[in-house]
């Protein structure tokens, strides 16, 4: 007894769990009424899944949902007023993809649930859900591509399967003639599988090996919107007719089937097939789906379409033909005004050009100048330290060392003044320089400082501007290594060095930070009213062309020891063409 009350609990849990799945399966917010209580309230809704497919259903252009199947749905609300004094309210449910819609359907446990999607009605989906009437006969057509040639049986086709591709869609009796030749005459047959018809005859048209099964219908809508496909005369499918579906247990069934039976319906529905395949294509697919209707009917349709598709062409050239014959007056006018206007516009920017280049070429020489004039006002700088360094020998009564500095100095003096009238100078002449000089100050502070002067190969031919070097080594010597106090003994190191295009001038030395000897120098009460000479000399070389000089200095402390450097990047060449 306890196993038997076991099973019947295990039974009723089981029932329940599968119950709740089929629930929590339906979408939320969808309503499906039964036939019953729409009967019974003279009202009710029902919800109809879909899926975009031109012309069966589809999103036209202005956002509304039309096509065969949307108003045939639609036209059942109208009989059912007629018939029944029914107020019936259909919420087209977007589903997303043929699948999903079957899958919806199938699942539901809502009777007044419908699926719309150009459905075959097959022997497999008869026993998974209901259909209705058949609105439209189904005829599904082999299409290839349309370099591949007529074939005129079916087994020079399938002989070609080896060659070919398959492409189809998902879950459609087109997958089902796909696969029947794939398993009948080549298994390792590639099967591509797309989303949507359209996009099946797309590809086909650009695979030279591709072909697919699609429905007349569609195929001849394909060729309409300039789908360049063939349609094969060989091993077309047929089946009972498209329809839409209801789930299994729906009780529509009845009353379906009878306003497909009825005189509207079939008003209704040649009507609606005509005006959206036009009444051709609805008499070929309605009334010549038979086995034994002439082809050429067919083949005749397909020529008018094509046909048609080119004279609209023509007519639509010779349309605009006038429109664009007035366009090009009008554009060749405007291109000539535009000429005009274009030739004074260049020719007044020609002599703006030329005018702001002879105004760049005054400032230019204006700022060379101006550089040449500081370099001038540099050497009785040079004279008087000079000068200061001769006194302090006499003064300590050194002849000989008098008489060997006296030498130096007026050969440092020559070059000075021989350079003094140049714009620029090689880096081989300017380490001369700095060398006499650091030689001429080593002599009065022999027990301060060493020094060193390196030129890498390669630098000794660049050019620099005259004495822009002494400045840095100057500020290096009297800032720097001079301060140090507790017989500290400085070092200062000049290197002259080529990267890429630049010259690349570094000054280090191991004195006190600028910050210090500035601070000293307040302390001492001195100051210095006029403006870094090195720094007038840069702005006023940066000004005058597009070359730049950079200046860099830094400051680094390793082991209590600070080092200081100034580094000058130096465009080469020079200076830009004038």
């Known amino acids: 007894m306890r196993s038997l009350a076991m099973i019947k609990g295990l039974a009723v849990m089981t029932g329940f769990l599968v119950l709740t799945m089929i629930v929590q399966a339906q979408p939320a917010g969808v309503r499906g009424d039964s036939w019953e209580e729409v009967f019974k309230n003279k009202k009710g809704t029902v919800t109809a899944f879909w899926d975009d497919i031109e012309p069966f259903i589809y999103v036209n252009r202005d956002g509304v949902l039309e096509g065969v199947e949307y108003e045939i749905m639609e036209s059942m609300k109208s ?109 390792s047959l590639p099967v591509i599988y797309k989303e949507e018809d359209y996009e099946v005859m797309r590809t086909i048209a650009s695979d030279n090996k591709g072909f697919g099964y699609v429905p007349l219908s569609v195929y001849i809508v394909a060729l309409q919107k300039g789908i360049r496909v063939k349609r094969q005369t060989v091993l077309s499918s ?54 034994s209707a002439p082809a050429l009917d067919l083949v005749s349709l397909e020529k008018e379409i094509v046909t048609k598709r080119l004279m609209d062409t023509a007519v639509e050239v010779q349309k605009h033909r006038s429109f664009r014959n007035i366009i090009l007056v009008l554009l060749g006018s405007a291109v000539v005004l535009a000429l005009v206007l274009y030739n004074r516009f260049q020719t007044k920017q020609k002599l703006n050009r030329e005018l702001n280049e002879k105004n760049a070429q005054i400032e230019q020489m204006n700022q060379l100048l101006k550089l040449k004039i500081l370099q001038a006002r540099m050497n009785p700088h040079f004279l008087f330290n000079s000068l200061n360094s001769i006194q302090y020998f006499i003064t300590g009564d050194d002849k000989k060392a008098s008489l060997q500095y006296i030498g130096r100095f007026s050969l440092f003096l020559r070059k000075v003044i021989n350079y003094g009238d140049e714009l620029s100078i090689s880096v081989k002449d300017e380490a001369e320089l700095v060398s006499e000089y650091l030689w001429l100050e080593h002599c009065r502070f022999h027990d301060k400082f060493d020094y060193e002067v390196k030129v890498t190969p390669g630098s000794q031919s660049a050019k620099i501007l005259p004495l822009l070097t002494h400045s840095l080594v100057e500020e290096a ?3 720097g290594v001079l301060n140090l106090t507790n017989g500290h003994r400085g070092k200062l190191c000049v290197e002259f ?74 465009p080469q060449p020079l200076f830009d063409k004038v």
């Open 79 to 187: 009989w059912l007023l007629l018939k029944y004094g029914i107020d019936l309210s259909i919420v087209w449910q977007p589903a997303g993809s043929f699948d999903s819609i079957y899958t919806k359907v199938k699942s539901s446990t809502m009777p007044g649930i419908f699926g719309w999607s150009y459905f075959s009605i097959t022997p497999d989906r008869l026993k998974e859900v209901q259909f209705t009437q058949p609105y439209m006969p189904d005829l599904n057509v082999l299409v290839t591509n349309n370099r591949e040639p007529m074939y005129a049986t079916s087994q020079e086709f399938t002989g070609r399967l080896r060659e070919m591709r398959a492409y189809t869609m998902a879950g459609t009796t087109m997958t089902e003639d796909v696969l029947s030749l794939r398993s009948n005459f080549f298994p």
């Open 238 to 291: 047929r089946r009972q007719g498209f329809a839409a579906i209801m789930p299994a247990r729906s009780d529509w069934k009845p009353v379906m089937d009878e306003y497909f039976s009825s005189d509207l319906f079939r008003m209704k529905a040649g009507s609606i097939i005509s005006r959206h395949l036009g009444s051709e294509v609805k008499d070929l697919v309605f009334e010549n789906v038979q086995e």
């Open 477 to 479: 010597l009297y800032k």
């Open 497 to 570: 060095t080529n990267e890429a295009d630049r010259l690349v001038v570094k000054v280090t030395d191991n004195g006190s930070t600028r910050q210090e000897a500035d601070k000293l120098t307040k302390r001492k009460g001195l100051t210095n009213g006029e403006e870094s000479m090195l720094q007038r000399r840069i702005e006023l070389f940066n000004a005058q062309g597009s070359r730049k000089i950079v200046n860099l200095k830094q400051v680094h402390e390793e082991h209590g020891v600070a080092s200081n450097s100034a580094t000058l990047e130096i």
